[in-house]
């Protein structure tokens, strides 16, 4: 043993490189959905900062939105989302999009 001490959530992100704050559980396959602007997109995955969600490449959102989300268990909730990254899917046609609690 070196006999230097590390916080836990330091050591946690020193073995697997994680960049994100906290855990996101994910929801693929499940019938978890937000509501935007009157259409149903689906979540693929939530957790505390924020939830990514799988849009179509040809759908564009404001940055900042409100949004319907349900999830099945907890129910569903009114949150304002700011986006924060967009990665696209070539294959299915669709985006992920990230976002977070504003």
Partial sequence: MSGKIIP???RLTERT???RRWYRVPLVGTSAYAAVELRTIP???FGYGGVALEIPIDLYFQPIIMARIFVPILGSVTVRL???YERPNAEKGTRRVGYSYA
Avoid: A, P, V
Wanted: net charge positive.
């Fill in 43 to 45: 979540i693929l995955d």
């Fill in 17 to 19: 490189n994680e960049r």
């Fill in 8 to 10: 836990f959530r330091n």
């Fill in 82 to 84: 700011q986006q924060r």
